[in-house]
């Protein structure tokens, strides 16, 4: 798959360039709260919601279809990691013989190929979620300047789609990223896996980026969906 092999190939880089999926990770941990001790984590990463997480855990359920991405997310013997892809329905049956009691995904659901599907499955495991999900606000007037669409789903598709199977608490999160040189703003386009995991943009359509992109700043948003029901959380 095109942007699985994307994220591998930018593993390396990514921590620097992580910056606002590591906000987002924190958003996220805050509106969740304290009390969940096993959790799964789907599109894990390096591990930016396992490091926002300041609670006790006694597991920690580490999924990510790049071994690329997993080998950078922190061990440990509460650690489990798997290798999986959130659009297979292997992954499900697999999570569904497995103990916990939340399931998180942070910055990675935008990628899914059909996320009411995947969403539908992860209802089906009956349990607390908390969801950062990225939406077409990110890099929208860097699009608008490129004059091309975005990759992902707008704030009103992800929204509706999460309503649909969750009685959650949503909110849309949205950041600027300030840069001083354009170099640097392309780089982190290119490499923070936010837009540039599919590498939608032609080289002309970035070079036509770099000459007229009007603004010093990078554009994101996020729906934030966190069902939180206190009596599900461990003793
Ligand atoms: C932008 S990163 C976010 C990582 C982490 N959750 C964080 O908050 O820092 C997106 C992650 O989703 C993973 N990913 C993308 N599509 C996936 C899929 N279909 N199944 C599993 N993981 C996927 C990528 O490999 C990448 O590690």
């Keep these: 798959m095109q942007h699985h092999r994307e994220f591998g190939r ?3 880089d990514y921590g620097r360039y992580s910056l606002i999926q590591e906000r987002v990770a ?3 941990a805050v509106k969740v709260g304290g009390g969940f001790r096993r959790i799964v984590d789907i599109g894990c990463g390096s591990g930016g ?3 926002a997480y300041e609670h006790p855990l006694t597991y920690y359920c580490a999924v990510d279809f790049s071994e690329t991405m997993l080998d950078l997310h922190p061990d440990g013997e509460r650690v489990e990691k798997i290798v999986g ?5 292997a992954l499900y049956r697999r999570l569904s013989g497995i103990d916990f009691d939340l399931l998180v995904s942070s910055s990675a659901l935008q990628w899914s190929r059909d996320l009411d599907l995947a969403l539908g499955r992860i209802a089906a495991l009956n349990r607390p979620v908390a969801l950062a999900i990225f939406t ?3 890099f ?4 608008e300047t490129a004059g091309t669409g975005s990759p992902i789903r707008s704030e009103e598709e992800t929204i509706d789609a999460v309503k649909r199977h969750f009685d959650a608490a949503v909110d849309t999160l949205r950041y600027r990223l300030y840069f001083k040189e354009r170099l640097s703003m392309l780089r ?4 923070s896996g936010v837009s540039g995991g599919r590498q939608r943009l032609t080289y002309s359509e970035t070079k036509k980026i ?3 992109y009007p603004l010093p700043y990078l554009e994101f948003e996020v729906v934030r969906a966190v069902s939180v029901n206190q009596s599900q959380k461990s003793p």
Aim: proline share 4%.
């Design 85 to 89: 892809d959130f659009d297979d329905p």
């Design 26 to 28: 924190k958003a996220l």
């Design 210 to 212: 770099v000459e007229s």
């Design 136 to 138: 077409s606000g990110t």
């Design 188 to 191: 982190y386009i290119k490499r």
């Design 140 to 143: 929208a007037s860097l699009h």
């Design 49 to 51: 919601f396992f490091r």
């Design 10 to 12: 930018f593993a390396e």
